[in-house]
């Protein structure tokens, strides 16, 4: 054990050095030099599309969520309830936390039981047990923001048929609620909500935003935030944002389609080394035994799996792409 011992210690070691150079390195002072005089200059101008990106700019700084600006235990949680009140399942962080012990404490006597060492049943146990969860929800948070995005634009062409008609804002996001399914109507229903009670529509569009993270609907509250500062009409510049999702939605199909071919290379180079690992395992177990109680091996094993990881890493964004 002293081997693994002092590979862990090390790893910790080099994990230390690295948030010390980052805590060391601070704020580049340069960027902040060049992010006053921009402010400088937007904001004693003349030019119309410089004062319009100024106030995008004011939107983007006000709609960040205040989690992200507290520190220390409670922001984590508040994170944590974000989240999974972005899959719309209706989980709670005590739940969330209960299941990540019992995955943890079952996987770990699972490995223990098969294979007598600790070390391993633990690092497996905790992997696991909080791997899981996480990717439960993100998996869900992703398939609500697909929902979302696929009725977004059909709710603004909504909203732009209620303005031109004569109908106020406050009513025509109501008629949105009513008439939109999916996690679109039970957002814009919290909307209503919420100013039914004597919040702003601003207040309420930014809590909405700040619950679901998603950039289409950012860019919906961005808009309607600097047409209250600009002017015009809103009707239009709703319409102008309609295309612009719909046209960003089929980019991203377009995206998908081209990187499929790639993302099925790397699901497959990644996961045939396990799926190898399964079947000698399943074939000849104790082939295979000595991983788990040889020192070397598994230092060897851990090495591997830490470089595949970084492969894996490394092809999930060659294929990914921001639009």
């Given at each position: 054990m002293d081997v693994i011992q002092l590979f862990i210690l090390s790893l910790g070691f080099l994990a230390a050095l690295g948030l010390v150079a980052s805590a060391l390195a601070g704020p580049s002072t340069r960027k902040q030099l060049q992010r006053r005089l921009s402010g400088v200059r937007t904001r004693h101008t003349d030019d119309a599309n410089a004062r319009v990106e100024s106030q995008m700019k004011k939107a983007l700084a006000a709609r960040k969520p205040k989690i992200q600006?507290?520190?220390?235990?409670g922001s984590r949680s508040q994170a944590l309830a974000l989240r999974l009140q972005a899959t719309g399942?209706?989980?709670?962080?005590?739940q969330y936390v209960y299941a990540t012990i019992g995955l943890t404490v079952m996987v770990g006597l699972i490995i223990y039981l098969q294979t007598g060492v600790p070390l391993l049943s633990a690092i497996a146990g905790l992997l696991i047990g909080a791997g899981v969860p996480h990717l439960a929800v993100g998996f869900f948070m992703k398939r609500r923001t697909a929902q979302f995005n696929a009725r977004f634009p059909d709710a603004i062409d909504l909203l732009v048929r209620g303005l031109r008609s004569g109908l106020p804002v406050t009513e025509t996001l109501a008629v949105v609620a009513q008439e939109i399914p999916g996690p679109v109507g039970i957002e814009f229903k919290g909307i209503i909500e919420r100013i039914k009670i004597g919040r702003s529509m601003e207040e309420a569009m930014q809590e909405s935003a700040d619950r679901l993270g998603i950039a289409?609907?950012?860019f919906f509250v961005i808009s309607l935030a600097i047409q209250r500062e600009t002017g015009g009409n809103l009707a239009e510049t709703l319409s102008n944002l309609s295309d612009v999702l719909r046209k960003r939605a089929q980019m991203k199909l377009k995206i998908k389609a081209m990187s499929s071919e790639s993302k099925a290379s790397a699901y497959i180079v990644g996961s045939l080394p396990f799926i190898v690992?399964?079947?000698?395992?399943?074939?000849n177990p104790t082939y295979l035994g000595a991983f788990f109680i040889d020192e070397r091996l598994m230092i060897a094993g851990i090495g591997g799996l830490i470089w595949m990881s970084l492969g894996?890493?490394?092809?999930?964004?060659?294929v990914s792409f921001e639009i």
């Open positions: 600006k507290a520190a220390g235990n399942m209706g989980w709670t962080v005590k289409e609907f950012n690992f399964a079947m000698i395992w399943w074939v894996v890493f490394i092809m999930a964004k060659m």
